[in-house]
């Protein structure tokens, strides 16, 4: 059996993403045949295809979540069966293909009312938001938060639940456009860092104070400024690089108001079925009750991955960035 899938076979820039044909094994004990209907495209995906994460072996098919059908089950599989709609997040790649075989284990059964492409995007994102805002660090009513890149795709499902959770959120954007995006989501301040310093603005809105948390998926030079926007025993949650790797942090410099630094991963707070069930089934309760929700902002052909990346890379895009295979 064969199809259809984008192999990387050397790290570099988004031309190395390339479709090929590959050998495709029938499903083993406890796995499923997945015919996929939509594909998520992550920045994670983009730390992958450059080097920056050495995590997948080379040659390699890249991406960690899809959404699609059952086609067969291996043997010993239970709960699902040939045409469920399974969505999932898979530590070892393989999702920019057509179809693939996957461990069961790793499956999550789609309710009704969410389609393919919220499906295929709600297993980073979607998860990512839920951990962050409710086991990182758990926001609730009073807090003041700052989320960086508050159009983007995980930032704009931050931006949502985190209005919802009854939290002042301010978020940072880079356009006017990406301010109305934010706006819509519920931010209650919302800072173009391109125009005005983010750190003075912060201080300004909050009298002084700083925010209790800071959700930073950019990284690079605003790790700096958003440690410099924390009130009295505020934490700031690290959860990416997009705009490159932190520079070296002194320890010490938390002590001047006893701050904390926290860099989570999605997959250590997954790894036990349990405990990826009831993160699925909270994120799946919020889509459905209208607290977050899932646009496409870029939707291409998977063997245009290339430009998806070239997109998601130049921070055109707003929204999730789906391939369709």
């Given at each position: 059996m064969r199809t259809e899938a984008i192999v990387l076979r050397h790290t570099g820039g988004p031309e190395q993403l390339q479709l090929e044909e590959v050998a495709l094994e029938e499903p083993g004990p406890?796995?499923?045949?997945?015919?996929?209907?939509?594909?998520a495209v992550n920045y994670h995906d983009i730390y992958v295809r450059s080097?920056?994460?050495?995590?997948?072996?080379?040659?390699?098919?890249?991406?960690?979540?899809?959404?699609?059908?059952?086609?067969?089950?291996?043997?010993?599989?239970?709960?699902?069966?040939?045409?469920?709609?399974?969505?999932?997040?898979?530590?070892?790649?393989?999702?920019?293909?057509?179809?693939?075989?996957?461990?069961?284990?790793?499956?999550?059964?789609?309710?009704?009312?969410?389609?393919d492409e919220q499906a295929a995007s709600v297993s980073v994102k979607g998860f990512t938001a839920c951990v962050l805002l409710h086991?990182?660090?758990?926001?609730?009513r009073g807090h003041t938060a700052l989320i960086h890149a508050g159009a983007g795709g995980v930032g704009q499902l931050l931006v949502r639940w985190a209005h919802a959770l009854g939290a002042t959120v301010i978020t940072t954007v880079g356009s006017e456009e990406k301010a109305v995006i934010a706006r819509a989501c519920g931010a209650d301040h919302v800072i173009q860092y391109r125009d005005e310093d983010f750190v003075a603005r912060v201080r300004q809105i909050t009298a002084g104070a700083g925010v209790d948390v800071a959700y930073d998926g950019v990284g690079g030079e605003t790790f700096s400024g958003s440690l410099d926007c924390l009130a009295l025993r505020g934490t700031l949650?690290?959860?990416?690089?997009?705009?490159?790797?932190?520079p070296p942090l002194l320890v010490s410099r938390l002590a001047a108001r006893s701050n904390a630094v926290v860099r989570p991963m999605l997959f250590h707070y997954i790894k036990d079925r349990a405990d990826l069930q009831a993160i699925a089934a909270q994120t799946f309760a919020a889509l459905q009750q209208g607290t977050i929700s899932l646009a496409t902002g870029l939707r291409v052909p998977l063997a245009d991955a290339a430009r998806a990346h070239q997109a998601l890379e130049s921070r055109a895009t707003t929204g999730a960035v789906i391939l369709i295979p």
């Open positions: 406890g796995e499923l045949l997945v015919r996929h209907s939509a594909i080097g920056l994460y050495q995590t997948l072996t080379l040659p390699g098919i890249p991406g960690l979540e899809a959404s699609g059908i059952v086609e067969r089950c291996g043997a010993g599989v239970q709960g699902f069966s040939a045409g469920d709609r399974i969505c999932y997040v898979a530590q070892g790649y393989g999702a920019y293909s057509r179809r693939r075989v996957l461990p069961a284990a790793r499956a999550i059964a789609v309710p009704a009312g969410i389609d086991r990182v660090y758990a926001l609730r949650v690290h959860f990416g690089q997009s705009a490159g790797a932190v």
